[in-house]
């Protein structure tokens, strides 16, 4: 079973136009965003170290 990539922000299942980056904070966890979040600027929280970024 393939694992699902969830966006960061609004938890919601990514596929494509999506970003990945590494939290800036920890530089461990693995953020990820989908387009309609990036669009909107929504926060996003580590769910390692609760960063919390646009
Ligand atoms: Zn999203
Ligand atoms: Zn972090």
Redesign the pocket.
């Known amino acids: 079973m393939a694992k699902i990539k969830k966006?960061t922000?609004?938890n919601?299942e990514v596929v494509e136009n999506y970003v990945e980056f590494k939290c800036p904070s920890c530089d461990k966890e693995v953020i990820r965003?989908?387009e309609?979040?990036r669009k909107l600027a929504?926060s996003y929280t580590c769910p390692k170290c609760g960063f919390t970024g646009p």
């Open positions: 966006c922000s609004c919601k965003r989908c309609k979040c929504s």
